[in-house]
């Protein structure tokens, strides 16, 4: 059974930061990419970054220059490092893994962490 574990969420300040954790554990044979996305309440679930098989990293437009992911495949582990964080950045951030299995995709999520950006 796959697992994902996110950590790190909470209460910040306008201008403040907060690094949030995913940690994958299970039959994950093989990790194609782990991302994450964000998800505020009426809207719809937004990729916020990306780190694929090839190591490369993708930022979703409105946190470039703020945000930035990393991966340690040693431990199954993405970070997500959030500067200058704005009220419009509240959210339920949640982990995604894509497995890949000669040719066979499989997506897995977390549960999500709540994070809220307020004076």
């Given at each position: 059974q796959v697992q994902l574990v996110e950590s790190g969420g909470g209460l910040v300040q306008p201008g403040g930061s907060l690094r949030l954790s995913c940690v994958a554990s299970g039959s994950i044979f093989s990790i194609y990419s782990m991302n994450w996305y964000r998800q505020a309440p009426g809207n719809e679930r937004d990729l916020v970054a990306s780190v694929?098989?090839?190591?490369?990293?993708?930022?979703a437009d409105f946190v470039k220059g703020r945000f930035t992911t990393s991966r340690d495949n040693a431990k199954n582990l993405v970070d997500l490092q959030m500067n200058?964080?704005?009220?419009?950045?509240?959210?339920?951030?949640?982990?995604?893994?894509?497995?890949?299995?000669?040719?066979?995709?499989?997506?897995?999520?977390?549960?999500?962490?709540?994070?809220?950006v307020s004076s």
């Amino acid at each position: 059974q796959v697992q994902l574990v996110e950590s790190g969420g909470g209460l910040v300040q306008p201008g403040g930061s907060l690094r949030l954790s995913c940690v994958a554990s299970g039959s994950i044979f093989s990790i194609y990419s782990m991302n994450w996305y964000r998800q505020a309440p009426g809207n719809e679930r937004d990729l916020v970054a990306s780190v694929t098989a090839r190591g490369r990293t993708v930022y979703a437009d409105f946190v470039k220059g703020r945000f930035t992911t990393s991966r340690d495949n040693a431990k199954n582990l993405v970070d997500l490092q959030m500067n200058s964080l704005k009220p419009e950045d509240t959210a339920v951030y949640y982990c995604n893994v894509v497995s890949d299995v000669d040719g066979n995709f499989t997506s897995y999520w977390g549960q999500g962490t709540q994070v809220t950006v307020s004076s």
